[in-house]
């Protein structure tokens, strides 16, 4: 939860200086977190305008890009990107209804389904991939350079502290059910 600026300092800083939370560097936490929210709103913004698909969409277009046969189940979609399964669900029939992804009967379970990529839905996530890339390269990856095996240092460490995934992605493709 981000709390909102009080009078000096503004964002966490100001806020937490005045919860008694002295001691910690919030500038630092204020400049990451301002940093992650505004590039996760321009690779967003850049899928948009490239590609005509939103980033929800774009991660389970790449997902199905990926697998070599462009199909996926819903659960290994839901694990592959940290959603629920219904979330997923509700996406994919949303990605039906504009083509770019279409359901196919699982032949090894009557109940279960497969998401499968269209041609849509493959010039959409190609187009994506472009916009995506180029964006990363100019908002990311040039602004870092040469900081970047810092940048991973910190972010194992800060891994490290988290621990591991309490929903590790599953092997795409296993017989279970969506």
Not at 108 to 129: E, F
């Amino acid at each position: 939860m981000i709390l909102p600026a009080t009078g000096s300092g503004g964002g966490y800083a100001g806020a937490m200086s005045n919860a008694g939370a002295e001691g910690h560097d919030w500038a630092t936490w204020d400049a990451y977190h301002d940093v992650w929210r505004r590039l996760d709103r321009a690779l967003d913004h850049a899928v948009q305008q490239g590609a005509g698909i939103s980033i929800p969409e774009f991660e389970i277009l790449i997902g199905l890009h990926r697998d070599p046969e462009h199909r996926l189940r819903v659960r290994d979609i839901a694990a592959g990107i940290g959603w629920e399964k219904s979330r997923v669900s509700h996406q994919v029939t949303r990605m039906v209804a504009r083509g770019l992804v279409e359901r196919a009967d699982c032949p090894t379970d009557g109940r279960g389904s497969w998401v499968v990529m269209t041609p849509d839905g493959r010039r959409a996530v190609l187009s994506g991939i472009r916009a995506h890339t180029g964006a990363l390269e100019d908002l990311f990856w040039r602004p870092v350079g040469t900081d970047a095996e810092t940048l991973r240092s910190v972010s194992a460490r800060v891994q490290d502290a988290i621990g591991p995934d309490p929903d590790p992605p599953q092997s795409p493709g296993s017989p279970d059910r969506d």
